[in-house]
């Protein structure tokens, strides 16, 4: 039996989440806006353009569209300074393993992020020669939950939506699997990810038995 395995990257793959915050904190001090974690969390899953719109409305800022050009462009500037030293050390743990059974077992794996640097991040991980298709922020026109990622993913892996398995850590993309008919699996909390079909904390949850059943369902 074959599956179609398709992984979000923010908080899935690697923790990025920590960068954008950061880098959006930086944005976000110069224009007196009070940002904390817990705003970081609304970012999740979220485009950059969109993330920026969220700020501004979280400090009542109006801006023209060239002043919000230019912050997207100095976000994503010091973001990409983040990535510079990158390696595989920043995979999740119990990510790998996971990527390594599925390979093993002939299984298609793909990327489903909303992300426009997911490409150097999987190449500086080291795991691009995993993923059979990379679909990201630069292919889509529609924001999670719209299941369009997911949808073009598992087209160019020549699997049907029913056959697909969507492993997410934003409520949006849980519900972008829903919708396009897939099997949710949220990473994370279980509060948060309920929508979910099956949740687990991290990978090195997920063992391989559990992998073994999804693929023969
Ligand atoms: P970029 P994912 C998303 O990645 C992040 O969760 C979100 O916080 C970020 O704003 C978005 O990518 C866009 O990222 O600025 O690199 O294009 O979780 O969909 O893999
Ligand atoms: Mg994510």
Redesign the pocket.
């Known amino acids: 039996n074959t599956k179609a395995f398709i992984f979000?990257?923010?908080?899935?793959i690697v923790d990025?989440?920590k960068y954008?915050y950061l880098a959006w904190q930086k944005i976000a001090n110069e224009l007196n806006i009070e940002f904390t974690h817990e705003h970081n969390e609304l970012?999740?899953?979220?485009?950059?353009v969109r993330?920026l719109d969220i700020i501004l409305e979280l400090g009542k800022v109006t801006a023209s569209q060239e002043d919000k050009d230019r912050w997207l462009v100095q976000k994503?500037e010091e973001?990409l300074s983040y990535l510079v030293d990158m390696n595989e050390s920043e995979i999740l743990p119990g990510v790998f393993p996971i990527l390594k059974f599925l390979k093993e077992n002939n299984q298609p794996i793909a990327l489903g992020?909303?992300?426009?640097?997911?490409r150097p991040i999987l190449e500086k991980t080291g795991l691009l020669p995993y993923f059979d298709a990379i679909v990201d922020?630069n292919d889509v026109t529609n924001a999670?939950p719209d299941p369009e990622v997911f949808l073009i993913a598992a087209k160019l892996l020549n699997i049907t939506p029913e056959n697909s398995i969507v492993f997410e850590?934003?409520v949006a993309?849980v519900q972008a699997a829903n919708i396009g008919n897939m099997t949710s699996i949220g990473i994370g909390e279980a509060n948060t990810l309920h929508e979910a079909k099956y949740i687990f904390n991290d990978f090195t949850t997920i063992d391989t038995h559990f992998i073994e059943e999804l693929i023969k369902e």
């Open positions: 979000d990257l923010d908080g899935v990025t989440a954008h970012l999740k899953g979220v485009s950059r993330s994503n973001y992020s909303a992300s426009k640097n997911a922020g999670k850590d934003s993309g």
